[in-house]
């Protein structure tokens, strides 16, 4: 059917098809793409526009962890910091895939513009709250709206250029993203010093102008239901009764692993077992002929090269979150430096990181070819692991400025050329359930980025907490409890040899933490092996590209739609 002007308020207010949120008469702006292949101003909104949402929800998953002592001392709640921390990582995490399937049937405006309200929303709740229960609300609250940024980033991208180009404006917008949670726990203990509630309202007037600015420019085709009916049905809502709740629990054992509970009790054996046998039943619903429209449908992962793809996004997110965590963290045990100047000794990694992805992004649009980029990226990440296992106190300021860079550089060079290779050999009809699996995977990694070296740390800490000689203050320390005492009066209160031997068992802890991260990116470079070289389009085809300009007036030849395909 061809787009016809739809002047009856009645036919306008009965069908589904009309778009309240489009004021009447108004012009949609132009394609992102003239004829030379330059674009538009519309599009250059839209990708500054997903850059700057992608930076601020990547900062709010981190910002609390270093401003939690100044919201705990105002608030109270210091029982409850596993929650105020993680409530956001888990809202954001579980409803991903919902999300990119929503955007298929609802098209991608209005679940971005919903995100964006959810995430503004949630902010002024968090920076708000005058007790612990309404903060963990409105930390939830913004994870679901985050969740719908993230996958929703990435996807838009996808829809506003063809395959082989996705890379170079990815680039862009996931380097953004990186960015921001590195920079996350800096930002957080910077503006707490301040007011910690400015932790959270500093996204309204950030997230406000982009929902204008989205609510104006983003006006994306896609095709219509008939009726609600029609397209509620279309929705997965088994499937996600069954994810939503499996994923909580595994993420729930994860998080309360060895902070609230040891990890040998049933308390968080329990959920990750029913976590994880609740994702298996999840995989088999969606094989099933009773799921009708699966949101990760399997055919995603019956060819390797995708499959293959989807694992190395869980591992170079993982790997990314190792650095966020643990490069600060050196600074602050090893070096003794501030939370504050630890954040500016970081800063050869987000310097190196956003070039290293742009030019990641410009090589595969000119050659056509990822296998290459992922072999220099995960050998760059694997080189840089190793170099970072040898830092200790003595360590020049070059030697810890080249070896971060060189494990930037690596990340930045997978970052972007993971999820073209992904939809290499996909339809453009699963792009969307594609890119809700690659953001639940990248999120999943990211998570299992701080409790995997975690685990390592305080079992490594534990081993080499013998050279302490002050038996009182070993045991303060052990017991997962030296990671908080790093950034504390505590260590620059310590002098004397007292002072070396504690230096030394951190310096210990971290060795072995970087040594585990090294098989994680040598593994990765092996499984770039086993993909397969597909040759990515050149052309654009989807459902859901920037719209033409409409005219401005006159009758249309044909009927059967609304003046707008969305």
């Known amino acids: 059917m061809t787009a016809a002007a739809t002047t009856s308020l009645d036919d306008a207010t009965a069908s589904y098809a009309a778009d309240p949120l489009t004021p009447a008469g108004a012009d949609p702006p132009t394609s992102a793409d003239g004829a030379d292949g330059t674009h538009s101003v519309a599009f250059w909104v839209i990708i500054s526009v997903l850059c700057l949402t992608t930076l601020v929800s990547s900062l709010d998953a981190l910002i609390i962890t270093t401003a939690l002592p100044h919201v705990t001392d105002a608030i109270g709640g210091q029982e409850r910091y596993v929650w105020i ?13 919902l999300y990119a399937q929503l955007s298929n049937i609802f098209g991608r405006r209005n679940p971005m513009l919903f995100a964006l309200t959810l995430f503004s929303l949630g902010s002024g709740i968090a920076g708000g709250a005058r007790n612990v229960p309404t903060l963990i609300a409105g930390r939830s609250i913004q994870g679901l709206g985050s969740a719908g940024l993230f996958v929703l980033s990435d996807l838009i991208v996808c829809d506003l250029v063809p395959l082989r180009d996705r890379a170079k404006y990815l680039g862009i917008v996931i380097s953004t993203g990186a960015i921001g949670t590195t920079l ?12 910690w509630r400015w932790c959270f309202y500093f996204n309204l007037p950030l997230a406000i102008p982009c929902l204008g600015a989205m609510a104006y420019f983003l006006r994306l085709k896609h095709q219509r239901e008939p009726t609600w009916k029609s397209a509620l049905a279309r929705v997965d809502f088994i499937g996600a009764l069954i994810f939503i709740p499996s994923i909580t629990a595994l993420l729930l054992g994860l998080i309360m692993g060895g902070q609230v509970y040891p990890w040998s009790s049933w308390r968080v054996i329990l959920p990750i077992v029913l976590g994880a046998l609740g994702w298996i039943a999840f995989h088999i619903h ?28 869980f591992t170079s997110n993982l790997l990314l979150n190792w650095a966020a965590y643990f490069l600060p963290f050196y600074f602050q045990a090893v070096k003794t430096v501030s939370p504050l100047l630890s954040g500016v000794y970081v800063l050869p990694f987000n310097l190196f990181l956003v070039p290293s992805a742009m030019v990641s992004g410009v090589l595969l649009s000119k050659l056509g070819q990822y296998k290459p980029i992922h072999w220099v990226g995960f050998g760059f990440l694997s080189v840089g692991c190793g170099l970072l296992s040898t830092l200790d106190t003595a360590s020049h300021t070059a030697a810890w400025v080249c070896f971060q860079s060189i494990m930037a550089i690596g990340l930045g060079f997978v970052m972007t050329s993971i999820l073209p290779a992904i939809c290499a050999p996909l339809t453009e009809e699963d792009v969307g359930t594609a890119n809700g ?41 052990m017991n997962g409890a030296a990671y908080g005492y790093a950034n504390s009066g505590l260590m620059r209160s310590l002098t004397g040899a007292l002072r070396g031997e504690v230096i030394s068992v951190y310096t210990g802890a971290l060795k072995s933490v970087w040594q585990a ?26 459902k859901f590209g920037l719209e033409d300009k409409a005219p401005a007036s006159g009758p249309q030849k044909d009927v059967g739609k609304t003046a707008r395909e969305e």
Request: neutral net charge.
């Open 517 to 542: 991260s090294i098989g994680f990116a040598v593994f990765s470079f092996a499984l770039v092996f086993v993909e397969k070289h597909v040759s990515m389009r050149t052309e654009l085809d989807t």
């Open 85 to 97: 921390a993680n409530s956001f990582v888990l809202a954001s995490t579980v409803v991903q895939p």
């Open 184 to 195: 996350g726990p800096i930002v957080g203990g910077a503006l707490a010093q301040a007011d």
């Open 437 to 477: 699996t690659f953001s639940f995977l990248r999120s999943f990694g990211f998570i299992w980025g701080i409790t995997l070296p975690s685990i390592i740390f305080n079992d490594r800490f534990n081993h080499y907490a013998l050279r302490i000689e002050d038996t009182a203050l070993r045991s303060q320390l």
């Open 286 to 313: 969606q094989a099933s002929p009773i799921c009708k429209e699966p949101s990760i449908p399997p055919r995603l992962f019956q060819n390797r090269t995708s499959a293959t793809g989807f694992v190395l996004c």
